[in-house]
């Protein structure tokens, strides 16, 4: 019998989550057995090839980009999983959803203390993906079946959570697996 | 006429528990190592009634169990599923409605609404996020007021006025527009606030903040880490 597919991804994240997950030390030996990757910065394959049973996703959508790639996840992920704060409420990123668009751009592109802009035009290759107007978190983008809190989320939450789904238990984190730092 | 030797007999979800003329359902709980969630009430301050987390039925009749004195026969009702979903709403709607990052907040791991939020396991919140603009007060050579995190609790307020015997903080505005005002003219620095004011204890969250503490506990030795709150009270004795 095929192995369960798990895919992951990072929106708007930093990768820490990512790094939790490698944090599993030599249980990530035990990981393999159960699963095989589907797209995911682990094995650096860029596009879903899908169906997949557990998609994991690191950050919250900043950019069109963002939003396309959680919309492809939802479409052929059976169980989306929102890992991180920055999944679940925007997180760091999400500390400029009190800051008018315009002056965000104006800070990092014009005005801030450190730019270097000869051109003094922001960036608009179409290349670049445009900004939404705030950082979303992604159960207000697309359904979420589950939600994995911390900044990152401790390498045992997410071993639990995997493990449990991954064994048909329920998802039941324990008290100390709950955190949000 | 209140003799405290009598005792009231009433019961909290079908256990008898015996109370003292005067108390509050939330005390009489208390004192019967029943632990009620609660939010804006503490020890030694005016109850308020305001945030509605201790919520309870009393007689049949969601009262807030701060308030709310005890009588004889009452049946109280609290760790029902029904009552458990009201608070987690109200939880829910504290963190969807100011800016609450736990993930670089000092008071992260001592907080009361995250370890409420940790108390009920919730993992998300169920309604939509506000990112309300609020302001930020750094004027105050000792104290931080970082009204995103303000749960508008009026811990502060009446700790201030009951306990310092000041009036430091106080409120304006209403509905979405409340916030937490201090009395002066522009900020903090013009009050008589200072570091050690029992106001500034008092906050909850990390609202109020005497700086240049930091994040003086490491991660896994803070108050809520490994018990949550509340388990203080339910492993506490149950007092005559």
């Known amino acids: 019998m095929a192995k369960p597919k798990v895919a992951t991804t990072s929106l708007c994240g930093c990768f820490g989550c990512h790094m939790s997950l490698l944090d599993i030390d030599e249980r990530i030996l035990e990981l393999v057995q159960l699963i095989d990757f589907d797209r995911s910065p682990i094995n650096d394959i860029k596009s879903i090839e899908g ?3 557990i998609g994991l996703i690191e950050g919250g959508c900043c950019n069109e980009e963002n939003v396309k790639v959680l919309q492809d996840f939802r479409k052929h992920c059976k169980i989306l999983i929102s890992v991180g704060d920055c999944a679940i409420n925007g997180g760091i990123p999400a500390m400029r959803n009190m800051v008018p668009l315009e002056e965000c751009y104006e ?28 950082v979303y978190p992604c159960h207000e ?41 | 006429m209140n003799n405290n030797n009598q005792k009231i007999s009433l019961t909290i979800d079908g ?32 109850a308020a009634g305001s945030c509605r987390v201790c919520s309870v039925r009393a007689n049949g009749r969601v009262q807030s169990a701060c308030t709310q004195p005890i009588g004889p026969g009452m049946v109280v009702e609290n760790d029902t599923e029904e009552l458990r979903e009201l608070r987690r709403n109200l939880i829910d709607m504290l963190f969807v409605e100011g800016n609450h990052f736990c993930m670089f907040c000092e008071k992260s791991g001592e907080c009361e609404l995250q370890a409420l939020a940790y108390r009920f396991g919730i993992t998300a919140p169920k309604y939509p996020f506000m990112f309300p603009q609020r302001d930020l007060d ?26 310092d ?6 409120f304006v505005g209403r509905g979405t527009t409340k916030r937490l005002a201090v009395n002066a003219p522009d900020n903090l620095a013009q009050t008589d606030a ?30 809520f880490d490994h018990s949550p709150i509340g388990s203080e009270i339910e492993n506490s004795d149950v007092q005559d």
């Open chain 2, 15 to 46: 256990v008898e528990v015996q109370g003292k003329p005067g108390q509050t359902i939330l005390e009489a709980a208390e004192a019967a190592a029943v632990y009620i969630p609660r939010l804006c009430w503490m020890k030694n301050l005016t």
């Open chain 2, 194 to 223: 200072e570091a050690d004011d029992q106001a500034v204890a008092a906050c909850p969250t990390g609202s109020l903040l005497v700086k240049r503490v930091g994040y003086a506990v490491p991660v896994g030795q803070r108050k």
């Open chain 2, 165 to 170: 015997g000041k009036h430091v903080f106080g």
């Open chain 1, 107 to 134: 800070e990092a592109f014009l005005n801030g203390p450190t730019v270097v802009n000869p051109s003094g035009k922001v960036p608009d290759d179409e290349e670049i993906p445009l900004l939404l107007d705030q």
């Open chain 1, 141 to 181: 983008v697309v359904k979420v079946d589950y939600h994995l809190p911390g900044c990152p989320p401790s390498a045992d939450t997410l071993w639990e959570a995997l493990t449990a789904l991954l064994t048909d238990r329920p998802v039941e984190l324990s008290y100390e697996l709950v955190k949000y730092d």
């Open chain 1, 51 to 53: 169906p997949v049973d």
């Open chain 2, 138 to 163: 750094a004027s105050h050579p000792e104290i931080l007021v970082d009204r995103n995190r303000c749960i508008l609790c009026g811990r502060c307020v009446r700790a201030s006025q009951e306990l």
